[in-house]
């Protein structure tokens, strides 16, 4: 098989369009999956409401990706939850990637000197203070690689979203290369296109490694 140029050039649009959905997907996903993580992180650390939690986020790590956002998009409409597919793939993304970033927030926050929750206790102060000043920018700056991980990691699960229509990247080359019979140059294309939005974000999470992580 020979690889065609032109047709090349043709899909590119319709590829962009499909990885614009992918990128959006991956961002608003990771973003509830930083926030839903750490609040989970937080609510872990009281006694009883945060073993039901750690329950919860053990069921959400048991069960596959592609399981959940089906349950999000076929089953909450049952419950007169409807979303639309790209919100329920970023509710679905969010929600399983929190259950692992919960647990990275937990190793930083465990990692915070004992001295730090002292000294904060023995100037009285606040309980928003003690997090906000002291023992988050601490945590996360320990943090910083794992989170980074986990962007790229949840990139590449996207492709799973072709599963409940949402038009990212993989179902624009599936649509592309079954009207055209031409498989060759859309999924390579869509693998290089993976290829370089994973290399640029892994250049970024160094950098933020470099400028922002704890030594």
């Known amino acids: 098989m020979v690889w065609d140029w032109e047709f090349t050039g043709r899909i590119l649009p319709d590829l962009l369009t499909g990885l614009r959905y992918t990128v959006q997907a991956t961002v608003l996903g ?114 910083i690689p794992a989170l980074g991980n986990y962007l790229i990691a949840m990139f590449k699960d996207t492709p799973l979203l072709f599963a409940i229509t949402v038009p990212e990247l993989l179902s624009q080359a599936y649509r592309l290369g079954g009207v055209n019979f031409r498989y060759f140059e859309t999924i390579t294309t869509v693998g290089v296109l993976f290829i370089l939005v994973s290399a640029l974000s892994a250049i970024l999470i160094r950098f933020l490694e470099r400028r922002y992580a704890a030594v």
């Open 30 to 143: 990771y973003v509830l999956a930083l926030i839903l993580g750490l609040a989970v992180a937080i609510v872990r650390r009281t006694p009883v409401i945060g073993t039901g939690v750690f329950w919860v986020m053990e069921f959400i790590r048991c069960t596959p990706l592609l399981v959940q956002l089906f349950f999000v998009f076929y089953v909450l409409p049952g419950f007169g939850i409807t979303l639309s597919p790209l919100v329920a793939g970023v509710v679905g993304l969010g929600v399983h990637y929190a259950a692992y970033t919960a647990e990275v927030y937990r190793s930083g926050i465990e990692g915070v000197a004992k001295g730090q929750w002292e000294a904060s206790r023995a100037l009285s102060l606040p309980t928003h203070r003690v997090w906000g000043a002291v023992v988050l920018p601490q945590a996360i700056r320990k943090v």
